[in-house]
């Protein structure tokens, strides 16, 4: 068996893909401004999402079950939307009834999150994680199985056609290149500025809101790499408007309908809409090692 080339640098990927060379994208540290140490994760509230191989591919990552949301007066939350400018504060919540923070644009999201030392889904780890969650086979950050009854209450969460309306964003933007829209993810902060570590083109699929709608299985079984559907994708009852030049993506549910929405305003906001904070596994377990060792 060829061995895997670990690696985590993207120009190295591109020259291993037009080889045929198998390899793991890894993640390294990379310089980010005013992360915060003393936000602390309960693995026991995250999903473990294995990681990927390829071009597309990704770290061991704990996904969090529920929208981010603030806990009390001197929460890490809340003083780090400070930092941001923001008064942060809890208007929605979920079925479950935890709060979450809404009125918050995609650019202040990522900031919020990559500031607590975390980043946000995009729409091929979004992808995975709903597919984990219907597949009734998931564990928490300890390793425990997660009870399907729990899987089907996150999923109802994202995805349930009900009121009040719900939404959450992706990391996920769209620029024009030439050679066609170019997907733009993986973001960091350099100098307070969200800097893209994955730029590349939208490969192949579905561009036309669909009528019909798609199905959400159809999607997860048969998407691109990046997390799109194909052209082929089965009809179904998800509304899905396509991707267009200066766009962001989030997942949007209502009664009547849910909406792959990946044409929305970056600078949109409102109560209902969240987002979900994603930890490094390897992140996490550097920091147990680091405390257990004091």
Known sequence: MVPTIKTDDERATKILDNAGVPYEL?????????????????????ILLEGKSGKDGYPDLYVCKYRLGVTGINDVVRNVGEELGLDLENTAREKN?????GNINRKQALKLNLMLGGKTLNTRTGKDVFKLLFSGKAFDGNGKKIPNAEL?????EITGMRTPSRAELFEDYFTMGDDGLIL???YVLQNNVLVPEYSRVLTSCLMN??????SLVSLLENSTAQGYPRKNVKSGE???????QDSAVKFYASLGNAIFHCYGNPQYSDGGLGIRHVHSRQKELSFLDASNNK
Do not use: F, H, M
């Open 238 to 244: 998800l509304s899905y408007w396509y991707p267009r």
């Open 97 to 101: 009834g935890r709060g979450y923070v």
């Open 184 to 186: 733009n993810k993986n």
């Open 209 to 214: 809101d669909k009528t019909p709608k798609i």
């Open 26 to 46: 890894i993640e390294s540290p990379k310089p980010t401004e005013a992360v915060r140490e003393d936000y602390v994760i309960n693995p026991a509230d995250y």
């Open 152 to 156: 089907s209450q996150i999923a109802e």
